[in-house]
């Protein structure tokens, strides 16, 4: 290839990178780029504690002390670690402030004073943060916005954990976790192990059949401890009394105070993304920073993106460099989207941390199968199709029926999916469905890629007439929860991977 293609390549990769965030897209800007001090108490906002009663109760001096302690810790942590500091002081802002709303609506003594008990909690860990960055080993106090993790060395190269989760949000939006685990090095930089169960749990467990739990793995990210939850065979169900959710336990934790004995050893290196770590201008880019599995998931798609375009030809790259860009529009959206998710209407507000980097996960994982497995001498429709928004798994029988299933999505929108299942069979080398209708599923190929439904963008748009209403007599929806959605779709050709899930349906 000539230089000259080589630097128009770079200059079209280049191109790909999501544009930071501004003023348009807050749902997707990094928290770190959020206002650190507290604004609880105000007497002109409606939304803050009044002044006499922030004055009265001691809140004020509260705030001043965590705001004067985050100031001082702030300076004390590595550029690329105070990002994250800064989001967990973001979210943690956002916890209180949500929970002082019950403090202002309700006269209860009790409620003020485990409002002030939060608040000297956060102010003493912070406190004792500044003398913890340096830390080299596993061995000591971690905390994070929603509570902390003390880990003690144990036999054999093991750590025990002990973990203490509290969150209020005020009303009935708060969960407690206390567990413990013990990790051990699952052979490569992570040390993984499950949650132990309590007295009550392990009686119930016997009793019944056994199914594998959430793992809780633990691993150094630089000056941080990261811990993240992987669900086990019923999600992120733990059966533990004394743990109402696990949610928010996958967290970047920061050291408090120094070691309680001789520092152990920990591989502290900071997995680094593709990005600069120091200046994340999305909440997904400062979740790659956080954690290592994500930062290198993150170059593996960049070697597998530089790898692959090059052996495309130009129809194939064009449409797969579009649907990159959406991709990379969808990944910037994954970690809000699932931090705060909208439908969960009742706790909304609430940070569902492991949720949201599960899917993150996920989602990079589904792209690096498509882009390292990109099958462009596929011939014919039989296989695994893939795109930003659409998945699609093509069988042809025995007989020369074609029998085809998937699911498009719209990114964090359950009612925009459409889902695909067609049978039909090849004549004159183009797919006929089985189907009568003016507007039939079609399924065709355009060199590497495939085209799902052309002619859908057309007729989705003459399912209404010009006064909004439904238009009858219109061809049948294909995707039926949105009459205006279009099933059109251009994918991919994927080698089979465990990493691509052609039928999940959940949410993305």
């Known amino acids: ?47 803050r504690i009044k002044t006499a009663l922030c004055r009265e109760a001691g809140y004020d001096k509260l705030v001043a002390r965590i705001d004067r302690a985050f100031d001082t810790a702030l300076p004390k942590a590595p550029a690329n670690i105070r990002p994250l500091l800064k989001r967990d002081q973001a979210w943690f802002n956002e916890m209180i402030l949500d929970a002082a709303d019950l403090v202002v609506e309700m006269d209860d003594a009790d409620l003020r004073a485990g409002f002030a008990e939060t608040l000297q909690s956060r102010a003493a860990a912070l406190e004792s943060m500044a003398d913890g960055f340096g830390r080299t080993g596993f061995a000591g106090r971690w905390t994070s916005a929603f509570g902390g993790i003390v880990v003690t060395p144990a036999e054999s190269g093991a750590y025990r954990l002990a973990v203490n989760i509290r969150v209020n949000y005020g009303s009935n939006r708060h969960a407690e976790c206390t567990v413990g685990a013990l990790v051990k090095s699952d052979g490569g930089a992570w040390l993984a192990g499950s949650l132990l169960p309590d007295e009550a749990a392990a009686k119930a467990a016997t009793a019944s059949e056994p199914k594998k739990p959430p793992t809780i793995k633990m691993r150094r990210q630089g000056d941080t401890l990261r811990v993240a939850i992987i669900p086990g065979d019923e999600g992120w ?30 591989d502290t290196a900071f997995v680094t993304p593709t990005f600069d770590c120091a200046r994340p201008d999305t909440a997904t880019k400062e979740e790659i920073c956080a954690d290592p599995d994500l930062a290198d998931n993150d170059q593996r798609l960049d070697r597998a993106w530089k790898a692959l375009l090059p052996r495309l030809d130009d129809v194939t790259k064009r449409a797969l460099m579009e649907d990159q860009r959406n991709w990379l529009r969808t990944q910037a959206a994954q970690f809000p989207q699932f931090l705060h998710p909208a439908w969960e209407k009742q706790t909304s507000q609430m940070h569902f941390t492991t949720d949201a980097r599960d899917h993150v996960n996920g989602l990079q994982r589904e792209r690096i ?8 001498r596929r011939t014919g429709l039989a296989g695994i199709w893939l795109a930003y928004n659409a998945v699609i798994k093509i069988a042809a029988d025995a007989d020369g029926t074609i029998t085809a299933k998937g699911w498009k999505w719209e ?21 006929r469905s089985s189907e009568q209708r003016n507007n039939p599923d079609t399924l065709e190929r355009d060199h590497a890629t495939l085209i799902v439904n052309r002619l859908d963008d057309v007729f989705a748009k003459k399912r209404w007439k010009k006064d909004g209403s439904e238009d009858d007599k219109a061809d049948q929806a ?28 959940s949410i993305r």
């Open 411 to 431: 990114q964090g929108d359950w009612k925009a999916g459409c889902d695909y299942e067609t049978t039909g069979k090849i004549v004159n080398g183009v797919f």
């Open 1 to 47: 290839m000539s230089v000259l293609r080589l630097a128009t390549l770079a200059i079209a990769l280049t191109a790909l990178a999501p544009a930071a965030a501004n003023a348009s897209d807050d749902f997707i800007r990094a928290a770190s780029r959020a206002p650190t001090p507290i604004r609880l108490c105000d007497e002109t906002d409606a939304d």
């Open 237 to 266: 169900t733990n059966d533990l009394p004394s743990c109402e959710s696990i949610e928010q336990i996958t967290a970047s934790y920061f050291p408090i105070g120094k070691p309680d004995a001789a520092p152990d050893k920990a």
């Open 478 to 505: 294909k995707c039926q929860r949105n009459l205006s959605n279009s099933s059109t779709a251009r994918l991919f050709p994927a080698r089979p991977s465990p990493d691509i899930d052609n039928l999940r349906g």
């Open 369 to 376: 199968a498509l882009l390292e497995g990109f099958d462009d």
